[in-house]
């Protein structure tokens, strides 16, 4: 099998104020969108990324501002690894917190499917925390293959 190339990466970091969540997914977007990704494929990646990013900015940092890196490596078979981590309060059970509908959110606004939709729009997610340490999320997906004429 032909081993993997990595073609481009991206590493950025933002404070964790409510509106950089939306800045990450346009950053996140505008980097992938050169591997020429479907719409669909695009839709699920920007999701993926607000779900990890949202949670180092309100369960991370929950009263307080931290730093969250964003890098995004692109791969030669198409493939794409984006990482989200925090410096936050991380997490005391990862199983448990992975599980659809668990939240600890303390105001009910929150669904607890966070986790559950990164799951579903992307082909892996690994979760690594470590409590009053911070939590680093991995997900991947691989893009469908290119049509000859595009
Ligand atoms: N970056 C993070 N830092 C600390 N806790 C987190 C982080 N991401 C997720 N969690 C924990 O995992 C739980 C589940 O996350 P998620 O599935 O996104 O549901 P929700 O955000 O709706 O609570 C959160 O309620 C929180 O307890
Ligand atoms: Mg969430």
Same mark, same amino acid.
């Given at each position: 099998m032909?081993?993997?190339?990595?073609?481009?990466?991206?590493?950025?970091?933002?404070?964790?104020?409510?509106?950089?969540?939306?800045?990450?997914r346009?950053?996140? /977007?505008?980097?992938?969108?050169?591997?020429?990704?479907?719409?669909?494929?695009? /839709?699920?990646?920007?999701?993926?990324?607000?779900?990890?990013?949202?949670?180092?900015?309100?369960?991370?940092?929950?009263?307080?501002?931290?730093?969250?890196?964003i890098?995004v490596?692109?791969?030669?078979?198409r493939?794409?690894?984006?990482?989200?981590?925090d410096?936050?309060?991380?997490i005391?059970?990862?199983e448990?917190?992975?599980?659809?509908?668990?939240?600890?959110?303390?105001?009910?606004?929150?669904?607890g499917?966070?986790?559950?939709?990164?799951e579903?729009?992307?082909d892996?997610?690994s979760v690594?925390?470590?409590?009053?340490?911070g939590?680093?999320?991995?997900?991947?997906k691989?893009?469908?293959a290119?049509?000859v /004429?595009?």
């Amino acid at each position: 099998m032909k081993k993997k190339n990595r073609i481009n990466e991206l590493k950025v970091t933002l404070p964790s104020y409510s509106v950089n969540e939306s800045a990450a997914r346009a950053v996140v /977007s505008a980097f992938t969108a050169q591997l020429n990704p479907t719409f669909d494929e695009l /839709s699920d990646i920007k999701c993926a990324v607000s779900e990890a990013v949202t949670n180092s900015i309100v369960h991370g940092y929950r009263d307080m501002i931290g730093p969250v890196v964003i890098g995004v490596k692109l791969y030669d078979d198409r493939s794409v690894r984006i990482e989200v981590k925090d410096k936050g309060r991380g997490i005391e059970d990862v199983e448990v917190a992975m599980q659809p509908l668990f939240t600890t959110d303390p105001d009910g606004e929150r669904s607890g499917m966070g986790f559950t939709l990164i799951e579903n729009f992307m082909d892996s997610l690994s979760v690594r925390s470590s409590p009053g340490r911070g939590t680093r999320v991995v997900m991947k997906k691989k893009l469908s293959a290119l049509p000859v /004429s595009r």
